[in-house]
């Protein structure tokens, strides 16, 4: 079974991405990678990562989310979390990323704030 | 309780890191860590291997990392050392000041210091780096 599993879902003009797994070093952060690349390139650039099933991200997919995070910005794209784990957000606390990125603990919440 | 240890000797692979966490956790969980110690000495295990494999041996699978665990009573003792060209960890920047939150890489020592009750860093005579950390019961 792979580290990280990714499965897609469209909610009008947001794309979910369902994560399952652990963010790590390798396997888990370039999975990560490659699914904002390839939803760039296909122009869909508001993206609401749902961390739910991620118990585990070390500081490699810590900087993979801050990747994502500018290269979504850059393309005038929006990239939010949704359903941090606790253990997630203790290490964005940490990180002082909480003030960086948008997180919500509803799914519509989320949804309702893209503009 | 009596003395233990693990030595382990793994390439500069991605793949040692994981090895080297299972067996970490594997031995600290014998000893009687708690989840949420064990949790911590995975994150900085990984962090340590990570650095010693990326940017320590830069992934020169002719040098090894060598990872000592030694568990003595009420701590437990985990010891990394790299063969590559050393670094002084004071001219790390800090990644939580705002000019670098946005920075892609960088975090590692960060959470090894927050996760783990003591850390520190050696330059042996040999060569290389050693990171020293201990987590208390």
């Given at each position: 079974?792979?580290?990280?599993?990714i499965s897609e879902r469209q909610a009008?003009?947001?794309?979910?991405?369902?994560?399952?797994?652990?963010?790590?070093?390798?396997?888990?952060?370039?999975?990560?990678?490659?699914?904002?690349?390839?939803?760039?390139?296909?122009?869909?650039?508001?993206?609401?990562?749902?961390?739910?099933?991620?118990?585990?991200?070390?500081?490699?997919?810590?900087?993979?989310?801050?990747?994502?995070?500018?290269?979504?910005?850059?393309?005038?794209?929006?990239?939010?979390?949704?359903?941090?784990?606790?253990?997630?957000?203790?290490?964005?606390?940490?990180?002082?990323?909480?003030?960086?990125?948008?997180?919500?603990?509803?799914?519509?919440?989320?949804?309702?704030s893209y503009e | 309780m009596s003395e233990k240890e693990i030595e382990l000797n793994l390439p500069s692979q991605i793949e040692s890191i994981d090895k080297a966490v299972a067996e970490a956790v594997k031995f600290a969980s014998e000893s009687g860590f708690s989840d949420?110690?064990?949790?911590?000495?995975?994150l900085a295990l990984r962090e340590a291997m990570a650095n010693a494999v990326k940017h320590g041996n830069k992934f020169d699978e002719n040098k090894d990392v060598n990872v000592t665990l030694r568990h003595l009573s009420g701590s437990l003792e985990i010891a990394v050392r790299d063969f590559g060209s050393g670094f002084a960890v004071e001219e790390v920047p800090d990644p939580t000041n705002p000019e670098n939150l946005l920075k892609a890489n960088g975090r590692g020592i960060l959470f090894m210091r927050n996760f783990m009750d003591e850390v520190d860093w050696e330059n042996p005579s040999g060569g290389g780096t050693i990171v020293k950390m201990v987590k208390k019961h």
């Open positions: 079974m792979a580290e990280l599993n009008g003009d947001v794309t979910i991405l369902d994560l399952n797994g652990k963010i790590t070093i390798g396997e888990g952060s370039v999975a990560l990678r490659s699914a904002i690349r390839r939803l760039l390139g296909e122009g869909k650039s508001k993206i609401l990562l749902n961390l739910g099933q991620v118990g585990y991200i070390d500081s490699s997919g810590i900087g993979e989310l801050v990747s994502s995070f500018t290269t979504v910005n850059r393309e005038n794209g929006q990239l939010k979390l949704l359903n941090l784990t606790q253990k997630v957000q203790d290490l964005l606390a940490i990180t002082k990323l909480l003030t960086v990125f948008d997180t919500f603990d509803s799914e519509s919440d989320a949804l309702n | 949420d110690a064990l949790f911590a000495i995975d």
